[in-house]
């Protein structure tokens, strides 16, 4: 089993910047083989993605919307995950999970849904001003 949290959410105005950062617990072991997105969700509609990383690092895939703006980085030293944001725009507004999952294809993750994780944290709300 795999617990993550989320933290670093908050109200931004645009072309402002945030890091947020996902926080992995359970057996070490586990957690290192486990690649980790970033998806975000609005009220109404599914659960988008946003951002990837392999489970060693090695590969980032990120969405179209949200192309440089964002960079994704894991330390599993840490047993964490960040996603710095940045340029942000009142369309990056939502809350934003992170989830964990095994992927037989580092390549995969560019274009997984959230059914494919297996496990997610609670979230953490960003809004952006326009």
């Known amino acids: 089993q795999v617990q993550l949290e989320e933290s670093g959410g908050g109200l931004v105005q645009a072309g402002g910047s945030l890091r947020l950062s996902c926080v992995t617990s359970g057996a070490s072991r586990v957690k290192v083989a486990y690649a980790v997105g970033w998806f975000r969700q609005v009220p109404g509609k599914d659960r988008e993605f946003v951002a990837a990383i392999s489970f060693n690092g090695e590969d980032e895939f990120y969405s179209d919307s949200v192309g440089e703006r964002f960079k994704i980085s894991r330390d599993n030293a840490q047993n964490t995950v960040h996603l710095q944001m940045t340029e942000l725009k009142p369309e990056d507004t939502g809350v934003y999970y992170c989830?964990?999952?095994?992927?037989?294809?580092?390549?995969?993750?560019?274009?997984?849904?959230?059914?494919?994780?297996?496990?997610w944290g609670q979230g953490t709300q960003v809004t952006v001003s326009s």
């Open positions: 989830g964990a999952g095994t992927f037989f294809r580092n390549f995969d993750l560019k274009t997984a849904g959230a059914s494919r994780y297996s496990f």
